[in-house]
């Protein structure tokens, strides 16, 4: 199983950035996907989500009208565009594959992005 993110970088405030979660091992479509991020001296919190057949998608106060969750199951990705981003958005952003069958929970991790805003 793995997930891999890409496309953290710097970034100006007031720029954008695309955030990609490659998926393999699993069944990508069974699975429900996360964004969380952690930022320095601070704990993990999850950003956004979007179910398995993305018919609904979720998003923390802080960032909705900003960022937007998307995946393309045939691909096995899921792609985070982070619009406007502002210095407090700094962070390493993790993709995370959620399941809940038969009352199991399954998650699985990516080893994260760093996303710098900054000028």
């Known amino acids: 199983v793995q997930l891999v993110e890409s496309g953290g970088g710097l970034v100006q405030p007031g720029k954008s950035l695309t955030l990609t979660c490659t998926a393999s091992?699993?069944?990508?479509?069974?699975?429900?996907i996360q964004w969380h991020r952690q930022a320095p001296g601070k704990e993990r919190e999850l950003v956004a989500t979007?179910?398995?057949?993305?018919?609904?998608?979720d998003y923390i106060d802080s960032v909705k009208g900003r960022f937007t969750i998307s995946r393309e199951n045939a691909k096995s990705t899921a792609i985070l565009v982070m619009n406007n981003l502002k210095a407090e958005d700094t962070a390493v952003y993790y993709c995370?594959?959620?399941?809940?069958?038969?009352?199991?929970?399954?998650?699985?991790w990516g080893k994260g992005t760093l996303v710098t805003v900054s000028s």
């Open positions: 091992g699993f069944t990508f479509s069974e699975y429900a």
């Open positions: 995370s594959g959620v399941s809940i069958a038969l009352g199991i929970r399954t998650q699985y």
């Open positions: 979007i179910n398995n057949v993305a018919l609904h998608d």
